[in-house]
């Protein structure tokens, strides 16, 4: 009857602990990469020696302390030293080390192997916002948290992706080697994508590299996950992973519109369309230091509404857009935004909020007298 | 010689008896001891990139 209650319970034991390795949420994820597959099947692996080692050792033990109880006159012996025990228990667990590490050098081994992709992304964290080029091929944007503030601020219901949704994810064609160049522009940020088992630091000055093949299409989130300022939480990552021919049609279509957008530089903008383009530059940009409204968080992040010092010196506010501050929270936007989002949105700053400048600044100065050289 | 090489095996494994240790220390001396083991620190290092080299294939 006790032997059969014992059995029952470690059944139960045993399910419970399988249950909990599989059960979503509570396990890593088995992911959508050859070598995601071959982490987790590492964790398990070493997962289940945890559980076996924990099992003999509690189990001896309790036993013993059951078994050889005082009350039952049992006596301790006294012996110094028992060389074949010792040697028994220095040698299992040095082959259970290198057990666990030859499979894991040679996961290790094909993570680090970064050659012979088909693609370069560079992947670059900013306060608070990640950039994603594609390298040799004219195509770079920056990817947005697209929760709204509402969402944030607790005045409207969760949204399902709260706080793992953007306004632009990272595309990458499923079934190709991507090698993905990490950096920062900034402090230091952190990659995260848990279904490509990719968690790699962005560092100012470094370039990492990682690599993914995604083996389904599909859209994988993550996060920054290196505590990298305010706005840490507000910066996720969104990858989507689409059929090779659809990525293909895709970048295509971006090379063909960065090519309209370089056009557009030329051509002269009315100030209804700077302020147009200006609003929504701001919103995805600037808003998260400066305000949606405009009225900053002072003394870090300057009102620029009503700031009498921006509206007085045009270049000046063209300066800080476009060099930024050093010593201070400001970044340079040059190699971040474009002429006409640079134009765009300082037009919008001089004529929003009851700014009333009347200032269209157009690309082509940005283009000619602010970033050619 | 080889009592050197087996004192010292012990000592990078952990277990040695306590007859030997006091032997050791009683009749050794040091500097021997010090050379093998620098000698076997290098070997073992050598073993260690060996099987981490063939485990990566
Ligand atoms: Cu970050």
């Not at chain 1, 033990?61 to 012996?77: D, I, T």
Request: glycine residues 8%.
């Amino acid at each position: 009857m006790r032997k059969r209650l014992l059995w029952t319970a470690g059944g139960f034991a045993f399910a419970g602990l399988s249950g909990l390795a599989s059960a979503d949420g509570w396990n890593m994820p088995v992911g959508v990469t050859d070598v995601s597959r071959e982490i987790h099947s590492l964790h398990m692996i070493i997962f289940w020696i945890c559980v076996v080692i924990g099992v003999v050792v509690f189990g001896a033990m309790f036993y013993s302390l059951f078994r050889y109880r005082r009350s039952q006159g049992a006596e301790a012996s006294n012996f110094h030293e028992h060389t074949t025990v010792e040697v028994i228990w220095t040698v299992i667990p040095l082959l259970i080390l290198v057990g666990m590490a030859v499979p894991a050098t040679a996961t290790l081994k094909s993570m680090y192997d970064t050659t012979e992709a088909d693609l370069d992304v560079m992947v670059t964290g900013q306060q608070w916002r990640w950039r994603y080029e594609y390298l040799g091929e004219d195509v770079a944007f920056t990817s947005n948290l697209a929760t709204s503030r509402e969402q944030i601020a607790g005045e409207a219901a969760k949204g399902e992706d709260y706080l793992l949704e953007v306004d632009e994810p990272l595309v990458l064609p499923a079934g190709r080697k991507v090698r993905l160049l990490l950096t920062s522009d900034d402090v230091i940020h952190s990659w995260w994508v848990p279904d490509l088992a990719v968690k790699q630091d962005a560092v100012p000055g470094f370039v990492n590299e990682n690599w993914v093949r995604i083996n389904e299409p599909g859209i994988y989130r993550g996060q920054c996950a290196e505590l990298c300022g305010r706005d840490h939480a507000f910066m996720p990552v969104v990858v989507q992973a689409v059929e090779p021919e659809r990525f293909d049609a895709w970048l295509a279509q971006r090379k063909e519109a960065a090519a309209q957008e370089a056009l557009g530089v030329d051509r002269d903008w009315s100030l209804e369309a700077l302020m147009e383009r200006g609003e929504r530059v701001y919103g995805t940009i600037c808003a998260s230091c400066h305000q949606p409204d405009g009225s900053g968080s002072p003394p870090a992040f300057p009102a620029l509404a009503g700031n009498q010092a921006l509206l007085d010196e045009r270049d000046r506010h063209i300066d800080t857009v476009v060099n930024g501050v050093s010593g201070t929270a400001m970044p340079a936007f040059r190699s971040t935004l474009n002429p006409v989002e640079i134009a765009a949105v300082i037009t919008y700053e001089r004529n929003a909020w009851g700014n009333d400048t009347g200032d269209a600044v157009q690309p082509s100065t940005i283009a000619d007298e602010w970033l050619a050289d | 010689m080889w009592q050197i090489i087996k004192s010292v095996l012990a000592a990078f494994f952990g277990v040695q008896k306590e007859a030997r240790r006091r032997e050791d220390f009683e009749k050794g001396r040091a500097a021997p001891f010090i050379i093998v083991g620098v000698l076997m620190a290098i070997v073992l290092v050598i073993l260690v990139v060996l099987v981490a080299t063939l485990a990566a294939g």
